[in-house]
């Protein structure tokens, strides 16, 4: 079992930035991928970013070059640097953990963090 908090959700102009983190309990953290994962006012939640265990990344096109996802395996916390944001980025931001199990992949979610950027 994985549990989830994401934290760092705001009110932000358009061009700034946020920093969302995200705190994981339970175990293989440090040998499990983790992602970032946002989802709009009416539609569907989509990737954004994702880690490996090995820290190789993979962005959605939309964000390359302004997100940057990181992770603090002592912590347990997986970061979304978020810089030059748009208001299109306004959505609610799920951390996300994939973990192995019997019956194949097991996604497990946070509850999601806020993120309003005005123009």
């Known amino acids: 079992q994985v549990q989830l908090v994401e934290s760092g959700g705001g009110l932000v102009q358009a061009g700034g930035s946020l920093r969302l983190s995200c705190a994981a309990s339970?175990?293989?953290?440090?040998?499990?991928?983790m992602g970032w994962y946002r989802q709009a006012p009416g539609k569907q939640r989509e990737l954004v970013a994702t880690?490996?265990?090995?820290?190789?990344?993979n962005y959605a096109d939309s964000v390359k070059g302004r997100f940057t996802i990181s992770r603090d395996n002592a912590k347990n916390t997986v970061y979304l640097q978020m810089n030059s944001l748009k208001p299109p980025a306004t959505a609610v931001y799920y951390c996300?953990?994939?973990?192995?199990?019997?019956?194949?992949?097991?996604?497990?979610w946070g509850q999601g963090t806020l993120v309003t950027v005005s123009s």
């Open positions: 996300n953990a994939p973990r192995p199990s019997s019956a194949g992949n097991v996604a497990f």
């Open positions: 339970g175990t293989g953290f440090s040998t499990n991928a």
């Open positions: 880690i490996t265990s090995v820290r190789t990344t």
